[in-house]
């Protein structure tokens, strides 16, 4: 049983859980409508419900609620419940920096302002799933504000997103997309043949190295050591791959295990055959 502490619009309201004396923040539709404070109810089959205790990051989830306007609590609450149903379990906190980055979103959309984003394309294939998920905003915002939501728009959602799936900061999920792009422009460079993204290189390449870097911030390790044999039978890939991981070792400010040199040297050197088999 639930008692309403604030209706917010029709679909949304703070209510308090009788059994535990906590505020949460539910969705469902016309759970608003006629509800005065203090009224009880019980929660519909299909009520979105998200906790309102401040968070181990100090965050005030409460002010946040009553801040952001409704209408992107909703739009948010709709993608974490496709996450959920895509990838199971999510961390429902993201709701409220995801629904503020909305509409924010939507604000500079409508003023004529709009952010770029060089990783779009690298976000679009390296968490494409959430990519997916997150394009689902675009029929909402055209139909509620007749506005065309931009793809670098959508690839700061689908961070979101991920962070939410992860349970990492947003700002972890930008840097492992950004470390991606700078390992693969590396590799451009010392091979002198650009990787197409939509190939199926690119696509080795860039989930390799998104693992690698995992487990590099982990501390996991690789149990097969491959390094002698890809060092004489693929010196240039080798090299390049010790380089590579050095890189990455300095950027992220970690250690890069060394029997990820060999596994990261198979992938450039598959990437270099296929290109060349292409050219």
């Keep these: 049983m639930y008692r309403i502490g604030k209706v917010l619009n029709h679909n949304t309201v703070i209510a308090i859980n009788s059994k535990n004396n906590e505020e949460y923040l539910i969705m469902a539709k016309g759970i608003g409508f006629g509800k005065k404070v203090a009224e009880r ?6 009520a979105s419900v998200y906790s309102l205790q401040e968070t181990k990051k100090g965050q005030n989830m409460r002010e946040m609620a009553k801040s952001i306007s409704p209408l992107f609590m909703e739009i948010a609450s709709t993608l974490l419940r496709e996450a959920e149903e895509t990838f199971g379990r999510v961390d429902k906190g993201i709701l409220f920096p ?6 924010f979103a939507v604000k500079r959309i409508s003023a004529g302002e709009q952010i770029s984003n060089p990783l779009t394309d690298d976000i679009r294939v390296l968490f494409h799933p959430e990519y997916k998920i997150a394009e689902k905003t675009r029929p ?69 190295i998104r693992y690698m ?13 491959m390094n002698d044999y890809m060092e004489q039978k693929f010196p240039k890939a080798f090299e390049m791959s010790r380089y590579v991981c050095a890189q990455i070792s300095k950027s992220l400010n970690c250690e890069i295990d060394e029997t990820e040199i060999g596994y990261l040297a198979m992938h450039i050197e598959r990437g270099m055959s296929e290109d060349q088999e292409e050219y």
């Design 41 to 46: 109810f019980e929660l519909p089959a299909d």
């Design 98 to 103: 995801m629904a503020e980055h909305i509409e």
């Design 140 to 208: 909402i915002i055209q139909k509620e504000f007749k506005i065309e939501i931009s793809d670098d728009e959508i690839g700061y959602i689908a961070l979101h997103i991920h962070s939410a799936i992860e349970d990492t900061e947003v700002s972890s999920s930008m840097q492992a997309a950004r470390c991606v792009r700078e390992c693969i422009s590396m590799i451009e460079q010392e091979t002198g043949v650009p990787i197409q993204i939509t190939s199926l290189s690119y696509n080795r390449l860039m989930n390799h």
């Design 213 to 225: 870097l995992a487990r590099a911030v982990t501390g996991e390790k690789i149990k097969l050591n």
